[in-house]
């Protein structure tokens, strides 16, 4: 991977042990010398399949719909993708750069599964419509002060890496839609196998489309610390057969170089 010039990879990487969902907004817009800064760090965005089609489409508050009260901001990005294997985990891996990105510029930023674009924007775009991130000048705190102010899941609930399971902590540390942290990781520093919880039935119900997201986010954390690290990362699928896992969803192998 290698990514945007427009920002330091190493500011990226440090903001994954301080961000936060912002979801209180000034109500005023950002300047457009920001927003043109976006549109030219959105079109750096690596993806894990470069062959999957995919856009970005920036959206003022009048072109959001929610049936349930949301974080109101003024502005939106929604992604949209072409349907095809392993779409969604594309667009967490994807996203996620500009979520951090954002937070790096000082930007509050939050996922927005619950509220959507009107349904005239999701039908004037011919890919799918996939998820929406709020952003704008943040009215609440940006940062966390300190790691021990995430709530997650410990290591040993997301690995059976055992000595290897600290170069986990990146992805550890992710955002997931209502904080289900569905991520499970197996292997050694070298192959990395990559698996969600299988979800009980309502959690399948309710999450479906999210969880691919959230796995996406993950392994973007994981590839952003061996870059920072000099390392190279591949994402595979693995067809072997030996790293099926019960009770876990295979998704991804990464390998590290
Ligand atoms: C795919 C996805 C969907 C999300 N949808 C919403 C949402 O609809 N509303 C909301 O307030 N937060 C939403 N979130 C934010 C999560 O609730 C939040 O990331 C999680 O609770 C962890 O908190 P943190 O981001 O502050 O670390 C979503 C996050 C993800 C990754």
């Avoid at 005023?28 to 999957?52: C, M, N, Q, T």
């Avoid at 072409?82 to 939050?110: H, P, V, W």
């Avoid at 996406?216 to 590839?223: D, E, K, M, V």
Wanted: charged share 25%; with cysteine; net charge positive.
């Amino acid at each position: 991977m290698h990514g945007s010039n427009l920002i330091d990879q190493e500011d990226l990487y440090k903001t994954i042990f301080q961000r936060k969902s912002v979801r209180k907004f000034q109500v005023e817009p950002l300047p457009d010398s920001v927003l043109a800064l976006l549109r030219e760090f959105i079109k750096d965005l690596l993806p894990i399949y470069g062959e999957i089609e995919t856009s970005f489409m920036f959206l003022s508050p009048d072109d959001i719909r929610s049936f349930l009260p949301q974080p109101q901001a003024p502005h939106y990005i929604a992604a949209f993708s072409q349907k095809r294997e392993g779409y969604r985990t594309n667009i967490g891996l994807m996203l996620q750069q500009l979520d951090l990105f954002l937070s790096a510029q000082g930007i509050g930023s939050c996922w927005l599964g619950i509220p959507k674009p009107k349904k005239e924007i999701i039908e004037s775009n011919p890919l799918e419509y996939i998820i929406l991130l709020a952003f704008g000048a943040p009215k609440e705190k940006l940062h966390r002060s300190s790691v021990s102010e995430f709530k997650r899941k410990s290591l040993s609930e997301i690995s059976d890496m055992e000595s290897d399971a600290q170069i986990l902590e990146p992805a550890r540390l992710a955002p997931s839609s209502v904080n289900n942290q569905p991520w499970f990781f197996s292997g050694d520093r070298k192959n990395i196998n990559v698996y969600c919880k299988a979800p009980n039935f309502l959690k399948n119900l309710l999450l479906k489309k999210w969880i691919p997201i959230d796995m996406g986010i993950a392994i973007y954390h994981l590839c952003l610390h061996f870059k920072i690290k000099g390392q190279e990362v591949k994402i595979i699928q693995d067809p072997n057969p030996s790293r099926e896992k019960p009770g876990y969803v295979y998704f991804n192998t990464l390998k590290i170089v």
